[in-house]
């Protein structure tokens, strides 16, 4: 069972910058492919970016795409998001997930394991 507990979040004006943090710990953290996801109010949630186990593939939601970087550091068990450019729609809360199984996906219900996500609110 791994758990997962992300940080990070808070109030930030329209163009600034945040990072947001994933600790995991209960599992080997290296057999995990890792994204971020994210709920607005009254919306489904969506995928953000993801992964890969070594950390030397990755891939973007095309709203987020030249803004966001993830990244992770399998020695500390983190992954995190470094979020750019911030626009007020990128306001939601933000989950972190960890995927065991080997074909990439951006679908919710591939993900085995979510934190309790992290509110970022973004100010015009």
């Known amino acids: 069972q791994v758990q997962l507990v992300e940080s990070g979040g808070g109030l930030v004006q329209a163009g600034g910058s945040m990072r947001l943090s994933c600790a995991a710990s209960?599992?080997?953290?290296?057999?995990?492919?890792m994204a971020w996801f994210r709920q607005a109010p009254g919306k489904e949630r969506e995928f953000v970016a993801r992964?890969?186990?070594?950390?030397?593939?990755?891939s973007y939601a095309d709203s987020v795409k030249g803004r966001f970087t993830i990244s992770r550091d399998n020695a500390k068990n983190t992954v995190y998001l470094r979020m750019n450019k911030l626009k007020p729609e990128d306001t939601a809360v933000y989950y972190c997930s960890a995927d065991r199984g080997v074909v990439p996906s951006r679908r919710v219900d591939a993900y085995d394991y979510w934190g309790q996500g992290t509110q970022v609110t973004v100010s015009s």
């Open positions: 209960g599992g080997t953290f290296s057999s995990y492919a």
């Open positions: 992964i890969n186990r070594k950390g030397d593939a990755t």
